[in-house]
């Protein structure tokens, strides 16, 4: 059986797809996915990196993940808050 490959669009890595939280924007929230529309894959170190001990880092990333989910939604709302309580929900 041949795994399923996506890519995140935080990190560009094509990662199994099952390591991967599958996200859509719905009337401007981001929720996880609800099989149909548009979606999009963050891996689950990108989401982990938030939290990175390292503040340099954590911000770097926290922007890169805020500036790809703003221009996914085409609004500048900050998704990193709605992010952060779906990791807390599914992890």
Request: charged letters at 30%; hydrophobic letters at 40%.
């Amino acid at each position: 059986m041949k795994s399923i490959i996506r890519m995140c669009i935080c990190c560009r890595k094509k990662i199994v797809r099952l390591e991967l939280l599958r996200l859509q924007f719905k009337d401007n929230d981001l929720i996880i996915f609800k099989n149909s529309g548009r979606s999009f894959y963050i891996c689950f170190n990108c989401i982990k990196g938030i939290s990175a001990i390292n503040e340099i880092q954590q911000k770097s990333l926290e922007i890169k993940i805020k500036n790809l989910l703003s221009k996914e939604a085409k609004n500048k709302k900050n998704y990193i808050f709605q992010l952060k309580e779906i990791v807390e929900h599914v992890g």
